[in-house]
């Protein structure tokens, strides 16, 4: 596992008030835990996990990284723990699987927040609990500076009973709070014995909230004092000053490091500030040559200046004869197009004409052939008619319709009109 980052409490590489303050969490669920399956919710590197466990018949502990769930697994194995990767807004479990659902320091940390109240709810039994904590946003608001980078969301008192109370009829809220004490304990106590001068608490100035939640009525609740294994104060500090000693030693070490180096970064900036000088120098000669340059090219730039303006109105005036020429461009294809249907509808007419002559040409062969066939017949008929006309002339010259006609038996020729 990485070192401490301020996400997650790592025991070994933390302040152990910080800690203790985590541990401390863990004790007082433990007394919830004896002989019920428990779930560890955001079980960071396992510690907590591993108290529960003491108690519990059964552990399960889920985290959403896959290296805490390692560390975790690596460190605090047990015949009755199981560590698994999972998000606690989707808990990954039937419903009614545990008697009690631990979640400490986790809800600030997520966005849909609220999601983790409901899927502990709904993985709890009937008579089952939660015990879930945060910090006071209140109090540190007051302590810090600047926002934990890794809190999503933090609550006040009112804000985080209205929370769990949307999700759970019965809720307590219990004040953590980092106090001092003074301990009488033989060295081989058998038991022990508390006197606390004062339980009444302010929610505005606790450190923490630590929640008991369930869906049927609560009993009992006292307060409940920790005292962690390393409870001598006076000596922790000590130590820690020793340690404060020895880290202010070094810096002093580091600070005279720090002024030799400055020492030799002066020396070293007067002569790179001589070497500047001569530099700047340089740069203004340069300057100087380069200022004369600027002046001629800008009498340059004035002359292409005067002949780009020269060129602009030459552009316009070729712009408005190229639009004059895409007027007429236009005018011309419309009368093309006119003339083009024009065109079309001659093609059109004189197609007709010629389907007319075509249709013409053929009643006309028709009919001359008729002509034809009567001229033959005409020619026929007066052939005959001839033939006839000799052949009556001939009976109208003969002896015999002469002497007919004077007997009066002969018919007239030609007949008279009636």
């Known amino acids: 596992m990485s070192g401490f980052t301020g996400e997650r409490v790592i025991p070994g590489e933390v302040d152990p008030d910080l ?10 669920a433990a007394r919830l835990a004896r002989g019920k399956r428990v779930l560890d919710a955001g079980c960071g590197v396992g510690y907590g996990s591993a108290r529960l466990a003491a108690h519990a018949s059964q552990v399960v502990a889920v985290d959403n990284t896959e290296e805490a769930v390692r560390t975790a697994a690596g460190s605090y194995a047990a015949p009755n723990t199981a560590f698994l990767r999972g998000d606690c807004c989707a808990l990954p479990f039937p419903d009614h699987t545990f008697d009690l659902v631990v979640a400490f320091e986790v809800i600030e940390h997520l966005q849909e927040w609220d999601r983790l109240v409901a899927e502990s709810r709904r993985v709890l039994a009937e008579w089952g609990a939660l015990v879930v904590s945060t910090p006071n946003r209140v109090y540190y608001g007051e302590q810090r500076e600047a926002p934990n980078p890794f809190h999503v969301h933090e609550f006040d008192y009112p804000e985080f009973q209205a929370a769990l109370a949307a999700h759970f009829p019965h809720v307590r809220i219990f004040l953590q709070n980092h106090t001092d004490s003074v301990v009488f304990a033989p060295a081989d106590a058998a038991g022990v014995e508390t006197c606390i001068e004062t339980l ?5 100035e606790s450190h923490f909230f630590v929640a008991v939640c369930s869906a049927r009525p609560l009993h009992g609740g006292p307060a409940f004092v920790y005292v962690p294994r390393t409870a001598n104060v006076l000596r922790e500090r000590e130590h820690h000053i020793v340690l404060l000693d020895g880290w202010l030693g070094q810096a002093r070490q580091s600070l005279d490091e720090l002024h030799r180096c400055h020492q030799a970064l002066e020396q070293e900036a007067a002569q790179d500030k001589e070497q500047a000088q001569q530099v700047i120098e340089g ?6 040559r380069k200022t004369e340059w600027t002046k001629q090219t800008q009498a340059e730039l004035e002359r292409l200046k005067e002949i780009l303006e020269t060129l602009r109105a030459e552009f316009d005036e070729r712009t408005r004869w190229a639009q004059q020429l895409e007027a007429e461009r236009g005018e011309l294809v419309a009368n093309y197009q006119r ?6 509808k001659v093609r059109q007419d004189l197609q007709a004409c010629v389907d007319q002559l075509r249709a013409t040409e053929a009643e006309l062969e028709n009919r001359t052939g008729w002509a034809r066939d009567l001229e033959r017949q005409v020619g026929e008929l007066s052939g005959r008619v001839s033939e006839l006309t000799e052949a009556l002339a001939a009976i109208l010259r003969s002896p015999a319709y002469r002497i007919g006609k004077r007997l009066g038996l002969a018919p007239r020729w030609p007949p008279e009109s009636a």
């Open 19 to 28: 800690l203790n303050e985590h541990l401390a969490r863990y004790a007082f």
């Open 283 to 288: 740069l203004e000669e340069e300057n100087l």
């Open 200 to 204: 009444a608490g302010v929610p505005e």
């Open 339 to 344: 003339l083009s249907e024009e065109e079309q």
